[in-house]
């Protein structure tokens, strides 16, 4: 027996068993029971939503030995014939390859003719706003005076293009994709049926990626079959579509949520070191919240776009959110991702995308009319205790899970000495967080810059990227606003809790080195490179930092 597609295998051979059209099925049946047959019907919809099988159900109905009936038997000859594809009487018709006046003249001719074996001579004809404006003209004087025994059944995925003349003439029904609740439902029912083990969320998984087309999501099924061995689990879906997982959005988004920006670092870096496609992960990400505010908007309503169990899980993190704030993040991510086309700096904006989504959810719930700070610390997520709070020592300390870096040891008064390097290297992920709650320009440029050492009291930071160098030219032309000037050191400060430590920058020798060799990096100024130049001592005077002799 020679190979059958799932589509093609499973296709419903009832109105019972087809799925999510009810509104269409229904009316059909009642007017087949009523005895009122229109002589011509226009099914429109995306592909794979089911026009063609309910144009040969409709066929079948209609032809059925104990028809017309409302549901057709399956077992008489003319029911067999149509669905072997065998019966004469009825005839479809490609408008795709075949949509020249010829080949409607051809169903003009044979219209004149009863039907051979059938009660109805049935016309489908599928995708039919393809049909040259000739064949258009020329099929509408068929509509216009169509025999008796004639039913025509036009399929099309853009309805809008078939003339008003000939819409007018017809019946018309709009297929709906399906929802994710119906084709997961239709996917287990074809699981079981050849035997296979599915988890359910690998049913989830690729019935949101079918969007709505029940063909397109057992194709899906199929091809990811070819991939499995025995059972098949989410894991065969992602490496076939290669998605990020559900599981890592949900955590990113719990991470926004909370406000937790070394979280987000983290999650981050995790994605680049595993080499994930950033910028579909951005996508990915601002589906996932267009997912979230979908669970919002439709809060205690019944919906059948999602599984129940999934459903379940995105409002729960929706209501971890304000609606009105979702909005903007999808905004953020989108942004990101578009930006990210153009951006070999992927990691970056992710980090950005996560950080502002962050601020946007956390503005939205601690400051319900946001100003702008007048002090560049009030805005510190973390704002620093007051000092007298700092020196109660207290008997057992208390756990506080929001601000995690309230949990550091408080500075003792009068330190002023720097921990050891290697603590700071572990929280300069913290340093940066504050950066950012600070300045973002700040920020974006000391993001890929890497402590790495302590140096007569001072911090040594090393720029790793002659990239950097657009970023610092642009700060250093912003410099003027005071806040910035000791950004570094305030947040420092409020990590460590030693004020005013000086930093040194330095230029990563491989990268001094290599620059100096290529000339495409000829026009690209770098700051460090020339004691002498005005940038470099823009940026040391911004970072309040001193080059390093070595
Ligand atoms: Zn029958």
């Known amino acids: 027996m020679s190979y059958v597609s799932f589509y093609r295998k499973y296709r419903s051979q009832t109105f019972e068993d087809l799925m999510g059209q009810e509104h269409i099925t229904r009316t059909l049946q009642n007017a087949i029971r009523q005895g009122k047959i229109a002589h011509a019907y226009l099914f429109s919809g995306t592909r794979g939503t089911g026009k063609t099988t309910t144009a040969r159900l409709l066929a079948k109905a209609l032809n059925c030995d104990s028809g017309p009936i409302s549901e057709p038997c399956n077992q008489c000859v003319p029911c067999r014939s149509i669905t072997d594809g065998t019966a004469v009487d009825v005839v479809e018709l490609d408008a795709a390859s075949h949509r020249g006046i010829d080949d409607v003249k051809e169903i003009r001719n044979n219209v004149q003719f009863p039907p051979m074996a059938l009660r109805y001579k049935v016309f489908i004809i599928d995708e039919a706003h393809q049909l040259s404006s000739d064949a258009k003209d020329a099929f509408l004087k068929t509509l216009e005076e169509p025999p008796a025994h004639a039913v025509f059944i036009l399929a099309t995925t853009e309805p809008h293009k078939i003339p008003i003349t000939?819409?007018?003439?017809?019946?018309?029904?709009?297929?709906?994709?399906?929802?994710?609740?119906?084709?997961?439902?239709?996917?287990?029912?074809?699981?079981?049926?050849?035997?296979?083990?599915?988890?359910?969320?690998a049913l989830d998984l690729i019935a949101m990626n079918a969007e709505g087309s029940w063909r397109d999501a057992l194709s899906l099924l199929e091809q990811v079959l070819a991939y499995t061995d025995g059972r098949l689990t989410p894991a065969d879906v992602y490496a076939m579509l290669g998605t990020v997982t559900q599981d890592l959005l949900f955590r990113l988004g719990d991470l926004v949520a909370s406000g937790d920006e070394a979280g987000a670092f983290e999650a981050a870096r995790e994605a680049a070191e595993s080499g994930k496609d950033l910028r579909q992960l951005l996508r990915s990400l601002a589906d996932h919240f267009r997912n979230v505010l979908f669970a919002?908007?439709?809060?205690?309503?019944?919906?059948?776009?999602?599984?129940?169990?999934?459903?379940?899980?995105?409002?729960?993190?929706?209501?971890?959110?304000?609606?009105?704030?979702?909005?903007?993040?999808?905004?953020?991510?989108?942004?990101?991702?578009?930006?990210?086309?153009?951006?070999?700096?992927?990691?970056?904006?992710?980090?950005?995308?996560?950080?502002?989504?962050?601020?946007?959810?956390?503005?939205?719930?601690?400051?319900?009319?946001?100003?702008?700070?007048?002090?560049?610390?009030?805005?510190?997520?973390?704002?620093?205790?007051?000092?007298?709070?700092?020196?109660?020592?207290?008997?057992?300390?208390?756990?506080?899970?929001?601000?995690?870096?309230?949990t550091e040891k408080p500075p003792v008064s009068g330190e002023q000495k720097l921990p050891k390097f290697d603590t700071i290297r572990q929280k300069w992920n913290l340093v940066l967080q504050h950066v950012r709650s600070i300045s973002l320009p700040a920020y974006a440029l000391l993001v890929e810059a890497t402590p790495i050492g302590v140096k007569d009291g001072s911090i040594v930071l090393q720029f790793k990227h002659l990239g950097q160098a657009n970023l610092i030219r642009d700060e250093a032309q912003k410099r003027k606003e005071p806040t910035k000037k000791k950004v570094p050191q305030m947040a420092i400060e409020q990590v460590f809790g030693v004020p005013n430590v000086d930093i040194m920058c330095e230029l990563g020798k491989q990268e001094h080195e290599s620059a100096a060799g290529r000339a495409d990096d000829a026009e690209l100024p770098n700051p460090f490179e020339a004691a002498g130049d005005e940038t470099l001592r823009d940026v040391l005077d911004i970072f309040n930092g001193k080059i390093v002799d070595d």
Request: hydrophobic share 35%; with cysteine.
């Open 166 to 201: 000939i819409r007018s003439r017809c019946q018309q029904f709009d297929f709906r994709r399906g929802s994710v609740a119906d084709i997961h439902a239709r996917l287990k029912f074809v699981a079981e049926s050849e035997g296979i083990e599915a988890d359910d969320e």
């Open 296 to 406: 919002a908007a439709t809060s205690g309503r019944e919906t059948r776009s999602f599984s129940a169990e999934f459903l379940a899980r995105l409002r729960e993190q929706a209501a971890k959110f304000k609606k009105s704030r979702l909005l903007r993040i999808i905004e953020v991510f989108s942004q990101a991702e578009q930006g990210a086309r153009s951006s070999d700096q992927q990691k970056l904006l992710l980090e950005l995308a996560l950080l502002k989504t962050i601020s946007v959810a956390q503005a939205e719930a601690t400051q319900p009319k946001p100003s702008r700070p007048t002090t560049p610390a009030a805005k510190s997520p973390i704002p620093a205790k007051p000092s007298t709070q700092e020196h109660v020592p207290e008997a057992k300390p208390k756990p506080k899970p929001a601000a995690p870096e309230s």
